[in-house]
């Protein structure tokens, strides 16, 4: 079982910078691939980005490629997402999550957080 729980977010200014946190319970976070989603008012969970457990392999969506760095630490227990260059199309709820294998399919995540609202104002 893991358990995860992010903090971190709020509102900015589009252009501002936020440092999302996800902290994970359970001694094997170091086994498991971490991701990012979000999701958007009316608008369906997407892929953000995501990391496998030795960090060496990272994925991100192109909306947020250039702009946003997933990374984590193994010792900690967490792994965060730095969003530099926000835009008011990046305003949604942004959920961590933790599966085996990263996939960008939301489906295949079998454990997640409780969310944390991202809201850039214009």
């Known amino acids: 079982q893991v358990q995860l729980v992010e903090s971190g977010g709020g509102l900015v200014q589009t252009g501002g910078s936020l440092r999302l946190s996800c902290a994970a319970s359970?001694?094997?976070?170091?086994?498991?691939?971490m991701g990012w989603f979000r999701q958007a008012p009316g608008k369906e969970r997407e892929f953000v980005a995501g990391i496998n457990w030795s960090s060496l392999n990272k994925d991100y969506a192109d909306s947020v490629k250039g702009r946003f760095t997933i990374s984590r630490d193994n010792a900690k227990n967490t792994v965060y997402l730095q969003m530099n260059s926000l835009k008011p199309e990046d305003t949604a709820v942004y959920y961590c999550?933790?599966?085996?294998?990263?996939?960008?399919?939301?489906?295949?995540?079998?454990?997640w957080g409780q969310g944390t609202q991202v809201t850039v104002s214009s």
């Open positions: 999550a933790a599966a085996r294998t990263v996939f960008r399919d939301p489906l295949t995540w079998g454990y």
């Open positions: 359970g001694r094997t976070f170091s086994s498991y691939g």
